[in-house]
């Protein structure tokens, strides 16, 4: 028995541990869901409607129910598991977002800023998940490019909670709500990260803040994003080219 299967099947006698993607009996995610996974390639993805302001944002797969319980499960129940896992989604993201521009020879180091959640519900949850990602995948891309994570980026003020609110809603809500809690060093640009794209409107006001302290801003990636009434994109990373961040 290889050693995952006896960590699954550990986990299940101990704990009663299931698949976080489907729910079989699995430690973590189980090989049927990570293959589903493994096969979607990066794309670029707009929202509908699109913010004024938006970035180039590259994600690695449409935000389904699979991803929406790995997610979750990454989020709410601190599936430290996952963390890894899903960090190789962001990666392949980044990675298509640098490999579609030849960014300018100053920029001396490539930073993974993560977008911001609410102080309070990091504080409730006690683990920030999006910086927990882009710190792995930032690891996984050092083979590459000279990277490296600030979260620099902090809330300027008290916002609701996005979920449950409209695209216009949304925009308001975050509107002005994101400040630079410090200054990057010269020769600095970034790549704004989270997990998920929706309306555009976290991405978008992250890129205003950036854009007014005239730091240089590559573009966004995400692990998914809620795809309407568009198709991806040609897959913008060849299959052979995500092989640099297999084990
Ligand atoms: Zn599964």
Redesign the pocket.
Known sequence: MDYERWLAAAGDLLLGAS?H??G?P?WG??P??REELSTRRPFVTTPLPCPDGFPLTLTSSPYDQLLRRVINAHKERQALILTRFLAERLALSVHALLARQAYPRHVSKIILMPIPSAARTVRQRGFDATGAMARVAARRLRVRYPIAVRSALAQARPVADQAGLGARARQRNLAGAFRLQRPLGPGAAVVLVDDLVTTGSSLTEGARVLREARIQLLGAATVAATVRLQRPSRPAIAQDESAVFAD
């Open positions: 698949c993607g489907c079989r699995w995610l189980c049927v869901c």
